[in-house]
């Protein structure tokens, strides 16, 4: 069974470009959470999308979008990038039930030059 | 509100003693937790959850987890640390109200030959 893909697994940036980052999801989990990872601050939730509707959000700006479609793969993407943004970003998929683990992809880092 | 604290930032343990890393949770309604392991530059592995039943929950990796309904606590022990369990832990708790998972800060574990 593949687990979850993220694509790419590196990027640089230039500040002020835009992004856009993909997550395939394990066959069967409809929902997609998106989380950003800096060393200083952790894990930090940026949204969740379930069967195609995002079911929770987090708190960051409008520049962080993301979408999922209908075979559940999901991306984010983040616009007029900011030094600030250099992170790891993590994809987790999960069955969408409140006692279902979540299973997270290698990440995609990005760092903003 | 749903709350995840691991009170130690790092924790220090000779390889072959027992570790225990903390976590206290704060949720509404039924608790269901989770642990997951993170190494360098990876993403998050999933290691053992609590959903109902007995306290002693058993994972990956030869680790366990107790759950303490009185002192709203979940910590991961294992009997005899390796090397390689070196790496970041968190614990999360599942929001019963929207499903989001909500983080522990992470607990850096560090194994000494």
């Known amino acids: 069974k593949a687990g979850v893909t993220q694509t790419p697994r590196y990027l640089i940036k230039t500040r002020g470009q835009q992004v856009t980052l993909s997550c395939s999801p394990i066959s069967g989990h409809r929902s997609v959470s998106w989380y950003q990872q800096t060393p200083g601050q952790g894990l930090q939730f940026l949204f969740e999308?379930?069967?195609?509707?995002?079911?929770n959000k987090g708190n960051f700006p409008g520049r962080f979008s993301g979408r999922q479609f209908s075979n559940s793969r999901s991306e984010m993407n983040v616009s007029t990038l900011e030094l600030g943004d250099s992170a790891l970003y993590l994809c987790a998929s999960s069955r969408g039930g409140e006692n279902t683990e979540a299973f997270f992809g290698q990440g995609t880092r990005l760092t903003v030059v | 509100a749903q709350s995840v604290a691991q009170p130690e930032d790092q924790v220090n343990v000779a390889e072959g003693n027992p570790l225990t890393v903390k976590c206290t949770y704060s949720v509404s309604g039924n608790p269901y937790l989770f642990w997951y392991v993170q190494y360098p530059n990876r993403g998050l592995q999933f290691l053992l959850k609590?959903?109902?039943?007995d306290n002693l929950v058993k994972g990956s990796y030869g680790f366990e987890a107790e759950f303490n309904k009185s002192q709203t606590s979940f910590h991961l022990k294992k009997p005899s640390a390796l090397v390689s369990d070196s790496a970041l832990y968190f614990c999360a708790v599942r929001d019963n109200s929207n499903y989001q998972l909500i983080w522990g800060a992470g607990t850096k574990l560090i194994i000494k030959p």
């Open positions: 609590y959903i109902t039943g």
């Open positions: 999308y379930f069967s195609e509707t995002q079911r």
